[in-house]
């Protein structure tokens, strides 16, 4: 094993920092090393962290300018997610990441970063103000809604922290022991039929398009063709945009409210304030 010294930036923080490791060690061990490196801005355990190699096609790694400019998008770049693997089997050898630097990269922030970093995203814990009413971001709970229940938390924290590109044929596969709407009998993957990018996109247009003003969409179709799991998509790609989403499933007869903030399971006639928001998703895959 020889010592290595990687560029890493932590995605959605500013500035870089490096990590001296041996190369023979395992991605499980740079997490580690990665996280005891940075205490206050990682609370999570070490296991949980995406790291994502930003080696691009040629050979080429993304730089501190880069990285200064910020990176949202992580499409295209290789996810180290085997925790077992040692490094030099995942272009993390003393001779992938070899480099003499120069005065003149220095000057002009061209040194490499390696891997970059993705945090998962922490619910907060929900308040209670003098009158005793449970709020979460202004949001009033009443008591026939479930607020963070632990398998709808880490559905929603999943789609949050997902960077599976969606394209045809790709495959979106939720973590071990976490299934959709946090209930088993959904399954934990989702296949991205060709459709369903395309789709996608006609929505997006038609929804924001204040010419025609059309803010409501019916999608139609056979049994079995992927309606309901175009509906899964729908909220994996809203969750990245941080939308709030009202999701009501007529086969388990309830709502949930999705956010960035918390997440919440009640009866269909609940949120109904959250619903008269213009901003707010409202989807209901009909049986």
């Known amino acids: 094993m020889v010592k290595i010294s990687l560029g890493c930036a932590i995605v959605g923080h500013a500035g870089t920092f490096d990590v001296t490791i041996d190369d023979g060690e395992r991605v499980s061990v740079l997490k580690k090393v990665i996280k005891e490196k940075n205490p206050a801005t990682i609370t999570c355990d070490a296991k949980d962290l ?5 080696k691009m096609e040629g050979g080429t790694w ?12 992580l499409t295209g770049l290789k996810l180290l997610d085997v925790a077992g693997v040692p490094l030099n089997l995942v272009d993390l050898s003393e001779k992938d990441v070899r480099l003499q ?39 009033p709970i009443s008591q026939s809604m479930s607020l963070n229940p632990p398998a709808l938390v880490a559905f929603w924290k999943a789609f949050l922290n997902d960077r599976t590109e969606v394209k045809a044929d ?14 088993s009998t959904l399954g934990s993957r989702i296949y991205i039929r060709h459709c369903y990018p395309e789709l996608w996109k006609l929505c997006q247009q038609m929804i924001h398009d204040k010419a ?9 179709g056979n049994p079995g063709i992927g309606k309901t ?29 999705l956010t960035n903030e918390m997440v919440a399971a009640g009866s269909p006639n609940d949120f109904v304030h959250i619903l008269q928001n213009p ?9």
């Open 279 to 287: 901003a707010t998703y409202y989807t209901h895959p009909i049986y």
């Open 170 to 183: 790709a495959l979106i596969e939720l973590p071990r022991d976490t299934y959709l709407l946090g209930t």
């Open 50 to 54: 995406q790291l994502f190699l930003t």
């Open 101 to 139: 630097l120069t005065k003149k990269a220095v000057k002009a922030k061209t040194t490499p970063v390696h891997v970059l970093v993705v945090v998962p995203e922490e619910l907060p814990k929900p308040h209670e103000p003098r009158d005793r009413q449970l709020v979460v971001g202004n949001i």
């Open 212 to 220: 025609t003003n059309t803010p409501h969409l019916v999608i139609l």
């Open 62 to 73: 993304l730089t501190e300018a880069d990285v200064k400019k910020g990176v949202e998008d």
């Open 229 to 257: 799991f175009f509906g899964f998509v729908i909220l994996l790609l809203l969750a990245r945009a941080g939308a709030t989403v009202v999701y009501e499933s007529g086969l388990l007869k309830q709502r949930y409210l």
